[in-house]
């Protein structure tokens, strides 16, 4: 059973930086990825990370200020961010998958990021 619990979400002024993290469970063979979703848009992939801490991420939403990693002897998935802007407000979801292709079947319950201008 995989389980994944995403924290670390909160107000942050404009030009401030957050860490998430995702406390994993039976996800130690699985390609981790942070995703968001902003009040009336569709879920965005922001990055991921594989077993091999292979690193994939969506230029448009990172634009080079989001690191992803993952610490396997925590289990935990983490997702630096800086230089906020209010349109990273959104809710960040961990998910997981096997391999390096295909859906994220396993998914957290989010944490919101509010960043206020």
């Known amino acids: 059973q995989v389980r994944l619990v995403e924290s670390g979400g909160g107000l942050v002024q404009a030009g401030g930086s957050l860490r998430l993290s995702c406390t994993t469970s039976g996800a130690a063979e699985f390609t981790l990825a942070w995703f968001r979703q902003a009040p009336g848009k569709e879920r965005q992939f922001v990055a991921s990370?594989?077993?091999?801490?292979?690193?994939?991420y969506d230029p448009n939403s990172t634009k080079g200020r989001f690191t992803v990693a993952r610490d396997t002897t925590k289990n935990t998935l983490y997702l630096q961010m800086s230089r906020l802007q209010p349109d990273d407000t959104a809710t960040y979801y961990c998910a997981a998958r096997q391999g390096d292709l295909g859906e994220y079947t396993y998914w957290g319950r989010g944490t919101l990021v509010t960043v206020a201008s």
């Open positions: 990370v594989t077993t091999t801490d292979g690193t994939t």
